[in-house]
């Protein structure tokens, strides 16, 4: 099974938005799109990205967040319209989870904008495991060949300048239960979420943009023999191990598909990952953008400690 993963794509669409709506804390993440953000990020990136996914004749995609810049619903429909017109596929062949942007407002989680623009890629195959949370309902799980594809919600409207995430311990007990069934159990897991597991060594750094509670994930994935732990949010591709008492996860991030960097392993682009008939996680590559010529390199993802 050939699974393809990118994140971070940070579509901005602002025509017709009333200027009152940017009273909060959408008005500290327009000053950053003017200053820098806007500079770096490249929606036409994220167009070449799924064009290129759908000629790796992928059997699945897996979307780590930050699918739009402020949560408008002009964003969400653009994206919409790019995995549908761009990518193809059908629904039941994409999954995506929120991340921090996608709920950058309270009212964004009121309304729920993201999962009812997304509702057929979060629909779960086991839907009476899941836990309803503000958001709606989650983990949700797609049982498709050798994999379990688990998505996780990690994304929370914070105040201005902070980032970090938070499953809370409805959605944790949820991910218990599932880990527990036997289709999946049978199955490696393929666990998405925005956030990365591992925090930073500052505890303010952690505060601010972390997980919080990824010390209650870490122990819930302790029953896992192997399995992905697939993210985004630092806008930079790279793989670690995280150990289990029964085997060891590999814990991946994808940059942003919209970025544009000099360095190699923040410039955009596409994780590919192989999971073999008999489970075993078989190749993980990166494929790299170059922008001007729109052709891809493929790299390894650069593990780091």
């Not at 602002?14 to 770096?40: C, I, M, Q, S, Y």
């Not at 944790?172 to 159990?185: P, Q, S």
């Amino acid at each position: 099974m050939r699974i393809a993963h990118f994140s971070d794509l940070h579509v901005l669409a602002l025509d017709g938005v009333a200027t009152h709506r940017f009273f909060n804390k959408r008005f500290t993440g327009w000053v950053n799109l003017r200053l820098k953000r806007g500079h770096k990020h490249k929606s036409v990136h994220v167009r070449t990205i799924a064009r290129e996914i759908t000629k790796a004749k992928v059997d699945h995609v897996v979307i780590t967040g930050d699918l739009t810049n402020l949560a408008l619903e002009q964003e969400f429909d653009a994206v919409k319209r790019l995995l549908e017109d761009e990518l193809g596929l059908h629904e039941d062949r994409v999954s995506v989870v929120p991340g921090n942007h996608d709920l950058y407002t309270r009212g964004a989680l009121r309304d729920r904008r993201f999962t009812r623009s997304f509702r057929g890629y979060v629909a779960s195959d086991l839907p009476e495991l899941s836990a309803e949370i503000p958001l709606g309902h989650f983990p949700f799980v797609k049982l498709r060949g050798p994999a379990a594809i688990i998505g996780l919600s990690s994304a929370v409207p914070r105040p201005p300048l902070m980032a970090s995430g938070e499953l809370g311990s409805a959605q944790i007990e949820a991910l218990r239960r599932i880990l527990a069934h036997d289709e999946v159990k049978r199955r490696t897991p393929v666990i998405i979420l925005h956030h990365p597991i591992h925090n930073p060594p500052s505890k303010l750094k952690t505060f601010a943009e972390g997980l919080w509670d990824a010390d209650a994930l870490i122990e819930t994935l302790s029953v896992v023999p192997r399995g992905l732990l697939l993210h985004g949010h630092l806008h930079v591709r790279r793989q670690r191990s995280l150990g289990t008492p029964l085997g060891e996860l590999l814990a991946i991030g994808a940059t942003s598909a919209s970025l544009v960097h000099e360095n190699e392993h923040k410039m955009a682009g596409f994780n590919l990952y192989e999971i073999e008939e008999s489970g075993a996680i078989g190749k993980v590559e990166a494929h790299v953008l170059d922008p001007e010529r729109e052709v891809f390199r493929v790299e390894s993802v650069p593990r780091v400690a």
